[in-house]
């Protein structure tokens, strides 16, 4: 995916194109859920609240943001 | 930090914007992992109405309040509905979407007293 920083390492995508706020957030969830612990996954959002909409998901449920690179996002999933 | 979280919503026939709203708050706290409970009084019962939820669509970049509560209770959600608001308006149990219950002020007042918070649309 043109644009993600070439340094990042991960093991899933989820591009939700340009939805943003609690129908992705929902979707989100349902993608995490399916993800053994551990997992790096890169999510894209260019919806304009993702810049914080996503650091504020990340503290809720524990998944940590490892590095945001606006609309790009790495994720490592909860232990 | 709670891990219980309120929508109230009062409109639906006269604000569609204010049900969809609701219902996208909603899908955020549910996915972000928060026991969600969405209590719908006043006009806002016609949002767990099969035949009537369907009529509301906001357009982009909002989903169909269909798919909003649809996903929200196939998510594990739950929907109380007022059931004075119900009665009032001639609607019956038979008539609410999966995942709605009619419910009293009683079962609002236990959820927010046990320490909830609550945003209302």
């Known amino acids: ?79 | 930090m709670s891990n219980t979280f309120c929508v109230t919503i009062t409109e639906c026939k006269t604000n569609g914007d204010k049900a969809t709203l609701g219902f996208v708050v909603a899908n955020a706290a549910l996915g972000s992992d928060k026991d969600t409970m969405i209590f719908l009084s006043a006009d806002g019962v016609w949002a767990a109405v099969k035949g009537e939820y369907e009529k509301i669509d906001e357009g982009a970049p909002f989903a169909p309040l269909k798919d909003l509560v649809d996903k929200f209770v196939g998510n594990g959600g739950r929907i109380l509905v007022c059931s004075p608001c119900i009665k009032k308006r001639g609607i019956t149990e038979d008539m609410l979407v999966d995942g709605a219950t009619p419910a009293g002020g009683a079962a609002l007042v236990e959820f927010l007293a046990d320490g909830a918070p609550c945003v209302a649309y």
């Open chain 1, 1 to 79: 995916m043109a644009g993600v920083p070439a340094h990042w390492e991960f093991d899933e995508v989820y591009d939700a194109v340009d939805r943003g706020c609690g129908d992705f957030i929902i979707d989100l969830k349902r993608v995490v859920t399916h993800l053994p612990p551990g997992t790096n996954l890169m999510v894209a959002s260019r919806d304009a609240g993702a810049p914080v909409e996503i650091p504020a998901w990340c503290r809720l449920t524990r998944h940590r943001l490892v590095d945001a690179a606006p609309p790009f996002y790495l994720i490592r999933t909860r232990s």
